[in-house]
């Protein structure tokens, strides 16, 4: 088997061939929901930037689409959304409505010679099958700023205008619009504000209820890029706040950080626009790599996939507002075998081994931490490498530990051990894990804790081992589906 079939996810969406890194256009619209991305066509790195496309009924069935936008005389085509023009405001279609696409056009400033992003238009009237360049694009450019880009566009009912949330180097923009042709700045949003390990990337800006008290909160998503002095690459930073149809205002100190993944492997995440309102979801997607060496994994032909979509919800949690993650309901379809044990007592002595026969896997399991030792979750190959997803009580952290992985060798910082701060209740934490070929997602604290990351193990997982460091722990419940994987 080459490394080309090894990785390739079961359940993860991952692109016909070559290189594929931000979701983008997220839409869904007359019964499908669209996922466009980042795609250079013909190399496994990336290269000049076109939009790949796939369409799905369900979030979990992606079938495969010729290539939206390809890059034009203004340049490649980077990351952008895309949005159902329900009324004609921008007067692209005849009597009727259709997809607007707004990306951003990247080419060289003929003058200076330097990068320049400018936004720009695409539509379709035929429910994304073919894309025409507005003719008079690009829509929107700023002169004096080199890093602009990744717009984020949405219908503001309050002011009955477009929304655009963008990006500008150290800040995120507010831009209006009457028809999606043309923007008035409204608002700035950033500077000192959360993380500046990097650039910011790939803003999406949303209002959601907390809790189900009739409170609402609004959150705006940055990724920041990878920057050589952290360990941790890119990553995707979140803020709670408001936004009054201008700009956001934070609702906490400066220095406060929310990230969205304590993974390494979840970046440029973007939500759907255009859910009907009877479903209600905010999901988002992200795309499972790191800048750090997205272009290095050991995986062929093709490289690049994308996290599972997630339900996004908010919760307080003492007094703050935290957003909440849970995989899509529509995963379960891909159940296959389901077995179940409880009332398992762990000791490094007597560690719980289960062979399996399958390698996608769905395990719940709830652990009665007992002795107060470190705990581990263990999915081996049969050769020598695992995955060890644990939990530390003395330090309350919860991690995955991929440093005897596999193939780890492609970059020095991918062999770590990583994780966030999680504090149990009552000696007892609840995990929720996705086992594919070429990743884990590990959901913790009723979704409050995720983690995501690339693994690459040496041969197909085959076995999964639960013990402790030192004392006893019992696995009050331990459940794994075997997942049967999607078609595409
Ligand atoms: C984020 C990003 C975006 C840009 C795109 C280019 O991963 O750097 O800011 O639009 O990728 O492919």
């Known amino acids: 088997q080459n490394n080309d079939d090894r990785f390739r996810p079961g359940f993860h969406f991952s692109p016909p061939a070559n290189w594929a890194n931000d979701p983008n256009g997220l839409v869904y619209y007359e019964g499908s929901y669209h996922l466009f991305y980042?795609?250079?066509?013909?190399?496994?790195?990336?290269?000049?930037m076109h939009w790949g496309?796939?369409?799905?009924?369900?979030?979990?069935?992606?079938?495969?689409e010729p290539i939206a936008l390809f890059p034009d005389e203004h340049g490649a085509i980077f990351s952008g959304c895309c949005v159902v023009d329900w009324k004609n405001s921008s007067g692209l279609f005849v009597d009727s409505h259709g997809l607007v696409a707004i990306f951003t056009h990247a080419d060289t400033h003929p003058v200076t010679?330097?990068?320049?992003?400018?936004?720009?238009?695409?539509?379709?009237?035929?429910?994304?099958?073919?894309?025409?360049?507005?003719?008079g694009n690009p829509v929107l450019a700023e002169d004096d700023l080199i890093d602009f880009r990744d717009p984020k566009?949405?219908?503001?009912?309050q002011s009955e205008r477009w929304i655009m949330a963008i990006v500008a180097g150290d800040h995120a923009r507010f831009y209006a619009s009457p028809n999606l042709l043309e923007w008035t700045l409204t608002g700035e949003f950033g500077k000192g504000e959360g993380s500046h390990d990097g650039v910011w990337e790939c803003p999406d800006l949303f209002e959601l209820p907390v809790d189900n008290t009739g409170r609402t909160k609004w959150v705006l998503i940055i990724s920041i890029g990878d920057n050589p002095n952290c360990p941790e690459g890119s990553r995707t930073?979140?803020?709670?706040?408001?936004?009054?149809g201008n700009t956001f205002v934070n609702d906490n100190p400066a220095d406060h950080i929310l990230w969205l993944d304590h993974g390494r492997d979840?970046?440029?995440?973007?939500?759907?626009?255009d859910v009907p309102q009877e479903d209600g979801r905010r999901i988002l997607i992200g795309w499972m790599s790191n800048w750090k060496y997205a272009n290095e994994t050991p995986t062929g032909s093709w490289r690049g996939a994308m996290t599972l979509p997630r339900v996004l919800s908010l919760a307080s949690k003492d007094g703050n507002v935290v957003l909440i993650q849970a995989p899509?309901?529509?995963?379960?379809?891909?159940?296959?075998?389901?077995?179940?044990?409880s009332g398992i007592t762990v000791t490094p002595a007597a560690p719980f081994i289960q062979k399996m026969n399958e390698d996608l896997l769905e395990i719940e399991a709830d652990i009665d931490l007992r002795s107060g030792s470190e705990f581990h979750i263990r999915l081996k190959s049969s050769g020598l490498s695992e995955i060890v997803i644990g939990y530390d009580p003395a330090k309350e952290w919860l991690f995955i530990d991929r440093s005897n992985s596999g193939v780890t060798d492609f970059h020095p910082s991918f062999a770590s051990k990583h994780g966030a701060k999680m504090v149990s209740k009552n000696g007892k934490i609840k995990l929720q894990i996705w086992v594919d070929r070429n990743a884990v997602e590990v959901y913790a604290d009723h979704g409050m804790v995720v983690l995501t990351d690339q693994i690459f193990l040496d041969a197909p997982m085959d076995r999964v081992e639960v013990s402790t460091q030192s004392g006893e722990a019992v696995l009050d419940s331990l459940q794994i589906h075997t997942l049967e994987p999607i078609h595409i």
């Open 328 to 341: 899509v309901r529509e995963v379960e379809q891909l159940r296959k075998e389901f077995m179940s044990w």
């Open 237 to 244: 930073q979140y803020f709670i706040g408001e936004f009054d």
């Open 53 to 64: 496309h796939a369409i799905s009924k369900d979030l979990v069935q992606w079938q495969h």
């Open 38 to 48: 980042q795609y250079h066509p013909y190399s496994n790195k990336w290269g000049p």
């Open 113 to 135: 010679g330097q990068p320049r992003q400018r936004q720009s238009l695409a539509y379709s009237s035929d429910k994304g099958q073919t894309w025409h360049k507005y003719d």
């Open 153 to 157: 566009v949405f219908w503001h009912p």
């Open 266 to 273: 979840n970046y440029a995440g973007v939500t759907w626009s």
